[in-house]
């Protein structure tokens, strides 16, 4: 990993908000102008598609998130130590 690169993981349980939450990150983070590579394997990277399936039902899917203990934290890593 470069020193001029961020990469957020999201971790848990299947059927916990995950992707619900990367889509929320996403989303916020475009708005204000920041550039965002968008990964997720269960979509093919397809972030088009990924969208239109998560903006269908997103109200429920955040209430859905408010139910859950959503612990965010920051790890320092060395160079080099994460692909």
Avoid at 3 to 28: A, C, R, V
Avoid at 67 to 74: D, F, P
């Amino acid at each position: 990993m470069k020193n001029d690169e961020l990469k957020i993981e999201i971790l848990g349980s299947t059927n916990t908000g995950k992707s619900t939450l990367l889509y929320l990150i996403k989303e916020t983070l475009k708005e204000k102008g920041i550039n965002v590579k968008f990964e997720d394997i269960d979509f093919d990277n397809d972030e088009k598609r990924f969208d239109k399936h998560f903006r269908k039902n997103l109200n429920e899917r955040i209430n859905m998130l408010k139910n859950r203990k959503i612990k965010i934290s920051t790890k320092n890593i060395g160079l080099g130590s994460i692909n």
